[in-house]
């Protein structure tokens, strides 16, 4: 992660920014966070989708929109969502005992979030990147919403 986000932006989406723009993001968050990032997309200087495709490609980890995946039921009863949002988690769906979440850093978030699968009987947690923290409680009532509807 030796470019700026700035730089990575230009780089990889052919987005560029001013410097006046951006020089006031930095203002608001450090370079290279997702702190900028989330920044940059509730300011509208990106796209949701490039700042979430970005942050993976930082990350290296796979990137899922979890408002445009099917939530599972099962998923989000197994996750209390007090622990969900202190771990920023997103239940998405298990199968065959592997619970699927998304997350905004997979890599530095599961360690903390290893117990659950043994606590509830299962092998593994998958996880994906979804870097937008604010969206854990929309999560749970989409999820609930989905189900009382079928």
Not at 24 to 53: F, P, T
Not at 110 to 129: D, I, T
Not at 137 to 150: D, G, H, M, Q, Y
């Amino acid at each position: 992660m030796s470019d700026t986000i700035r730089d990575e932006l230009l780089s990889n989406f052919g987005v560029s920014i001013n410097d006046e723009v951006y020089e006031r993001a930095l203002l608001s968050a450090d370079e290279n966070s997702l702190d900028l990032i989330e920044y940059m997309i509730e300011e509208g200087i990106i796209h949701k989708e490039i700042g979430c495709r970005l942050w993976s490609l930082r990350i290296g980890s796979a990137y899922v929109d979890p408002l445009s995946t099917v939530i599972s039921h099962e998923a989000v009863s197994s996750v209390p969502q007090e622990i969900a949002r202190k771990s920023n988690v997103i239940p998405l769906y298990e199968v065959e005992g592997a619970l699927t979440v998304a997350m905004p850093d997979p890599p530095i978030m599961r360690h903390s979030f290893r117990v659950l699968p043994r606590s509830q009987g299962r092998r593994s947690v998958r996880s994906f990147v979804y870097p937008m923290r604010s969206v854990i409680p929309l999560s749970f009532t989409t999820a609930r919403t989905r189900v009382l509807r079928n």
